[in-house]
């Protein structure tokens, strides 16, 4: 079992624990509008942004900066959460959100058990830890588990992965 920091305590995880390289799970999870939004289908590269509320200041600022950097990639960027669609699509319109997807996982916690990324134990419990996958093709090529939950994602190490792979997500073309 998983386990992250939350203010320095431990906290459990969840669900599988997926590694770089594993067939991601496909799954459909609830968008803003109460459609759907699928995670990992083939054909695509997508971002896959787990937090555990954009109600957090923490949260926010990752979907801003990750709204910024989606204006100008080729992925589709996805921030799945455990909020309700209506909170989501209040806070992509009070923050100008409009380059990246929002996902809400509370109906079953299927994504946050089936990517190991649901707090089983601590004052967060029944909510998402903080990570970034990026899926290919419905494969996992990378893979960021934020050890501390009240931290940001290492941005920098997200960009070299795409910079290394050409910006396609982990193509092996270098």
């Known amino acids: 079992m998983s386990s992250v920091l939350f203010k320095g305590n431990e906290v459990k995880l969840k669900g599988n624990n997926l590694e770089v390289g594993d067939k991601a799970p496909n799954i459909t999870l609830k968008a803003k509008d ?3 939004v699928e995670i990992a289908p083939k054909g695509k590269t997508q971002i896959i942004i787990s937090v555990p509320s954009l109600d957090t200041p923490v949260c926010a600022t990752e ?3 990750f ?6 990639g080729g992925a589709e960027v996805i921030v799945v959460s455990m ?3 209506f909170a989501m699509g209040r806070f992509c319109s009070t923050e100008g ?3 990246l997807i929002v996902a809400s996982d509370f109906v079953s916690k299927e994504f946050g058990e089936k990517y190991g ?3 089983a134990d601590g004052p967060l419990e029944g909510i998402l830890a903080r990570a970034v996958f990026v899926v290919k093709d419905g494969v996992i090529v990378y893979k960021e588990l934020v ?3 009240t931290e940001l994602p290492n941005m920098q190490a ?3 992965f795409f910079n290394q792979s050409c910006g396609c997500g982990g193509c092996g073309c270098h």
């Open 67 to 72: 709204n910024k950097k989606a204006a100008s």
């Open 97 to 99: 959100i409009d380059n």
């Open 34 to 36: 109460l459609s759907g």
């Open 63 to 65: 979907a801003r900066e």
């Open 158 to 160: 997200l960009e070299d």
């Open 83 to 85: 909020d309700l669609p």
């Open 147 to 149: 050890k501390e939950v």
């Open 117 to 119: 990324v649901l707090m």
